[in-house]
């Protein structure tokens, strides 16, 4: 078993639709949890960040965390031709090592 | 200030060759990673340098990939007999050092190795 599943599946919207997706870990001892974005032929870069559970809100974009089912998601609201990447979802390990998800490719279409 | 640069974006090689990637971190990181990152997959660790040191290799997956950083700066990661298994994209990330969930890992755009 991974320390991180992320369901691959793309994902295809239209405009203004709210984007759910989600990663399950195994790994009690990760405390850190984090989204990247990547774009073709780039490298990921950071969306959002969070350590409890809960949620966490920036503009669009709401992380939440779910320790005791070791769940964690990001919900993009109204979303934009420019959301369309691939979501991957991280955790932070020992020695700053990132455990990721497989990522999901979002399209948000016109 | 600029962010993390690779060289070179693009490499192919044949198989059984050597190659080096080269990472420029941005400045006044301590702290640098390799990741490689196979289509369709999330990225890997391959191994983490605090400085000069390589604090953590254990994600290098056998005895030809090796990485250096003699200055504390600028990084190469070094594959040798290489293996079509090696195609992947390279990743490569700094962070300031201060660890924990603030020290933000900032990822170059890659060097994209193909082993034909």
């Known amino acids: 078993q991974k320390e991180v599943e992320q369901d691959p599946g793309p994902l295809s919207v239209p405009e203004g639709a709210i984007v759910s997706l989600n990663c399950t870990y195994s790994n009690s001892a990760f405390q850190y949890f984090m989204w990247y974005r990547q774009y073709s032929r780039k490298g990921p870069e950071l969306l959002m960040y969070t350590y409890s559970s809960g949620n966490k809100e920036d503009g669009r974009f709401t992380a939440q965390v779910d320790k005791s089912s070791k769940y964690i998601s990001l919900f993009i609201r109204d979303s934009q031709p420019s959301d369309s990447a691939t979501y991957l979802c991280a955790m932070l390990g020992g020695n700053n090592r990132l455990a990721f998800g497989k990522g999901n490719q979002v399209v948000v279409i016109p | 200030g600029a962010g993390v640069s690779q060289t070179p974006s693009n490499k192919v090689t044949e198989k059984g060759k050597y190659v080096e990637l080269r990472c420029d971190p941005i400045?006044?990181?301590?702290?640098l990673y390799w990741y490689r990152q196979s289509l369709g997959q999330g990225p890997e660790f391959l191994i983490y340098?605090?400085?000069?040191?390589?604090?953590?290799d254990s994600g290098l997956p056998n005895d030809r990939f090796f990485a250096v950083r003699p200055e504390g700066s600028v990084s190469t990661l070094k594959i040798q007999r290489t293996e079509r298994g090696d195609s992947a994209v390279y990743l490569c990330a700094s962070s300031s050092g201060a660890g924990g969930l603030t020290d933000t890992q900032y990822f170059g755009p890659g060097t994209r190795l193909t082993v034909l």
């Open positions: 400045s006044g990181h301590t702290a």
């Open positions: 340098f605090q400085g000069t040191g390589a604090a953590d």
